[in-house]
């Protein structure tokens, strides 16, 4: 990585690295904000915050029902995208015996 020296109109010397700005510093300040908000996180966790056991069910029965939303759209999916890819098949088979 070379370095090179920029002379700003003030007369102070900057020193630019090869890297780019945006990308080499985005992700130390990422990282480091991580970090912060883990360590705050974790401190946070400790301040005794109680959950009563109805609004969990609540979420839990609101989990079940978006994943078995969530198979059967994907088991609809699959069968709608397999009927195409069939009648894709079909098409072609047909097509090169010249029916």
Request: net charge positive.
């Amino acid at each position: 990585m070379h370095q090179q020296s920029i002379h700003a109109p003030s007369g102070a010397v900057t020193v630019q690295n090869g890297t780019r700005v945006g990308k080499a510093r985005g992700i130390k300040h990422a990282v480091l904000l991580a970090v912060l908000s883990a360590s705050l996180s974790a401190g946070m966790a400790n301040a005794g915050i109680e959950i009563p056991p109805e609004l969990i069910q609540v979420f839990k029965d609101l989990a079940i029902a978006f994943g078995a939303l969530m198979a059967a759209g994907a088991v609809l999916f699959g069968v709608i995208r397999g009927g195409v890819a069939l009648f894709k098949l079909a098409g072609r088979i047909f097509s090169a015996a010249g029916a």
